[in-house]
């Protein structure tokens, strides 16, 4: 299982992944946290805080328990005017995003048998629990942070296996280890961010 140094740094990685997209700069910059990160730990008593120190927050791994066994997730605040209406100050037909927080399940709940997720660096080893590629979580999750959706679907077929109807980063399911942005994921992020900061 992969240190928790090693998990931080996996994160950083995977915004640099996305930071590093030619056709757009978002201007990602790291910032040095005083306090524990995340509204949504502090709001189910996982520890966190109440405070917001950047747009995107890494809550980092808790026993979150989401359901059917999803492995990270991606909250998203957003500004609302006095009548609790979304906001769309710029006018560019989205709702203002306030800030976004990731975090990452530590147990699989949803399991049977009860679980844990087993976070490594794709080594082609079979260990003890479920194991999680890392790097390809980070960059799905930084990918939301940074207003990506999802491409395709994926599905159970009727021999059990899972299916996904794309090969993006970005798609829908995890099938196992994909670290490389795809076209569509390329193209997304462009679409988002192409120019940033110019609207």
């Excluded at 992944?17 to 946290?33: I, N």
């Excluded at 808790?62 to 990270?72: L, M, P, R, S």
Aim: net charge negative.
């Amino acid at each position: 299982m992969i240190s928790a140094t090693n998990r931080w740094k996996r994160l950083l990685d995977g915004m640099a992944t996305w930071d590093g997209v030619g056709c757009s700069d978002p201007g990602l910059h790291q910032v040095a946290a005083p306090v524990d990160l995340g509204v949504v730990a502090f709001q189910n008593n996982l520890g966190g805080s109440p405070f917001v120190v950047a747009d995107i927050m890494f809550g980092g791994w808790q026993e979150v328990e989401y359901a059917g066994g999803t492995i990270a997730a991606t909250h998203t605040f957003i500004w609302v005017d006095d009548e609790g209406n979304p906001t769309d100050i710029d006018g560019n037909g989205a709702i203002d995003v306030a800030w976004r927080e990731i975090y990452f399940d530590a147990i699989c709940q949803a399991c049977v048998p009860v679980t844990f997720w087993n976070w490594e660096i794709d080594d082609g080893l079979d260990e003890p629990g479920r194991e999680i590629d890392i790097e390809s979580i980070v960059l799905h999750e930084s990918g939301h942070g940074l207003s990506m959706a999802h491409f395709g679907i994926g599905f159970v077929r009727f021999d059990g296996v899972l299916y996904e109807t794309s090969n993006a980063v970005m798609a829908a399911a995890y099938a196992g280890p994909r670290t490389d942005l795809a076209g569509a994921d390329n193209g997304g992020h462009c679409s988002n961010w192409g120019s940033w900061p110019g609207i």
